[in-house]
């Protein structure tokens, strides 16, 4: 195989492709990308969780042929060498890349060792929305989720469900929920768990590429695949498990409303966790008065507190709550800027988080519990206690006596 590479054209999909591949495997037909050259060149790699397929631009065969080529060394290569052309030459399972004057030689895995990736040749049609959506719906949906865990094994995942021309990604990790939708074009319902790590990657792969391109997402049952535009081809194996049924949980019970600029919120939430994030706790207290302001307090022992007032539109009933500050600011930082409602249900109900005038994004999350020390009654107990207080007699005084 010998091909002349136009390397700022090639290196485009060379890069898509090294993000899937198994850079951490032992194996090391998967630790490289599997090169097949024809008619067109064909990119191909895989983690075995998920898989990508794409042609690549630039090139001009001279000899076609097929080689697993290793992921970082061609990489760094293509990235750092000052000449636009690139000659790469393959011999069994030696090769060279010339630029130049500069020789570059490495080994090549053999072809027959590289996974098998499965193809979307029998797979059915789930559903087509546009490139921008499905990368809103993939950022919102994944807020809740927590790190991959063998159990249960919903947690790292999103739900992704198509219903009723509605696609939903919903994520929780039992402490907190969220729920994205959009519009897409579908004649079937169904519901797959997907890896929340190869979504976010799927989201990478969309955030580059035409905004306005429609995706088609296909399923078998074992795996979903992703067209994408320029063709691309990105997969991921389906998580075996259920998902908890999270609209039974979702009520509508509201007792208290919260109307308040997000930036400004955010802002204060940001100076707050300067405090808070010394704790365990990680805590915030948030004091609602309706017709008044809002008030947020902190406490982390022997190193200080934070008082916030913000001004806020609060109607209901009066409420002392308790929040994870980096729960509170995940919510809001999915949201545009603007202003967001905050519905609460009482001490220990649920709380929601939404965008005001918007029904695409839900957040929800459970308040904490409060104790009693973290509770900052007036605007005096915000002060630093001494951290040792003066006994009533000193020993001098004693010796004076």
Known sequence: MKLELDRLEFLKAWQMAERSSGTKSTLSAVNGILVTVGDETLLEATDFKTALRCTASGVRTVTPGQAILPVRLIGEFLKKIPTETVTLDIEGEKGILSAGRNRTRFTTAPVSEFPKIPRSDGAAALCTLIAADLARVITEGAIASSAPSDFPKYLGTCLFSVKDSMLKVVSTDGKRLSLSRCACETETDEELLLPVPALKELSRLLAVGNQEARIQVLNDGATAWF?????????????????????????????????????????ALERVDIIARNTVSHLVVMQLSPGGDLRMTTRAPDLGTALEVLDAVIDGN????????????????????????????GEEGQTRIVQEGAGNFLYMLMPARLSPQDVIEDESEAEIPDSKPEKENSGEEKSGE
């Open 318 to 345: 009066p409420l002392r709550v308790g929040f994870n500050v980096g729960y509170l600011q995940d919510g809001l930082r999915a949201l545009g800027s603007g202003e967001v409602l905050i519905e609460f249900n």
């Open 227 to 267: 067209r994408l535009d320029g063709g691309v081809e990105f997969s991921i194996r389906r998580v075996e498990s259920s998902f908890p049924n999270y609209e039974k949980i979702l009520t509508s019970d509201v007792l208290t409303t919260l109307r308040i600029s997000r930036d400004e919120f955010l802002s």
